[in-house]
């Protein structure tokens, strides 16, 4: 594709059960990033894969957080036991090996009831 | 850790005016930059970096930047705004060579 893709664009969903939102990296791409925004800030780190391994998981805020990338190329971010302070958006983006420019994807908006 | 400030929270410009956006950050070594611009409904857009050599660094729809290292500052510029540069701009810093640490944001308004 021409562009980093995520699904879905907007996932609404009770406190308490767990969620999956998925990243389609740039074709090629090595690294792939998870990000959170949450409203009125900047994103923040989540966890940086390059090919199939995590490479960086120190921005996951707690266990109830995981990220897998089984292929090295599409990935899933899943939460469980979701909370009310997860809503935000959540952004993955991909670049030609860690470092380089990162090219982001539309967001992923979840709210929790 | 690495941080970065971005002072104003909103500004306003009128359109035809030019614009500057100020970011600080914080980094022991030589930082790789970033200005990125979010509008509404929109991914992060990349503007410009900054990585080494000349300081002032050129990006898309007419923006640039100045990196001065001696104030730890990235401001982001632009001669003359346009209604559609409403958005809002986030400055980055790399750290640890990977992940992207920004800033809160400056959200810009542009006045008739």
């Known amino acids: 594709g021409a562009g980093v893709s995520q699904t879905p664009s907007n996932k609404v969903t009770e406190k308490g059960k767990y969620v999956e939102l998925r990243c389609d990296p740039i074709s090629g791409h090595t690294a792939l990033y998870w990000y959170r925004q949450s409203l009125g800030q900047g994103p923040e780190f989540l966890i940086y894969f390059q090919g199939t391994g995590a490479a960086d998981d120190s921005g996951l805020p707690n266990d109830r957080f995981f990220a897998v990338r089984p292929e090295g190329s599409v990935s899933t971010l899943k939460i469980q036991r979701t909370e009310r302070g997860d809503s935000a958006v959540y952004l993955c983006?991909?670049?030609w090996g860690g470092g380089n420019e990162q090219f982001f994807g539309p967001g992923t908006r979840l709210t929790v009831l | 850790a690495q941080s970065v400030t971005q002072p104003d929270i909103h500004i306003t410009v009128s359109e035809g005016a030019s614009l500057e956006l100020r970011c600080n950050y914080s980094?022991?070594?030589?930082?790789?930059l970033f200005w990125y611009v979010q509008s509404p409904g929109q991914g992060l857009q990349l503007l410009l970096k900054?990585?080494?050599?000349?300081?002032l660094v050129q990006g898309i729809k007419g923006f640039e930047a100045e990196f001065k290292r001696s104030q730890s500052s990235f401001n982001l510029r632009k001669p003359s705004v346009h209604w559609s540069d409403a958005a809002e701009y986030f400055c980055?810093?790399?750290?640890?060579?990977?992940?992207?640490?920004f800033g809160k944001g400056t959200t810009l308004s542009v006045s008739s």
């Open positions: 980094y022991g070594a030589t930082p790789y």
């Open positions: 983006a991909s670049s």
């Open positions: 900054y990585f080494s050599g000349d300081t």
């Open positions: 980055a810093v790399v750290q640890g060579g990977t992940a992207l640490i």
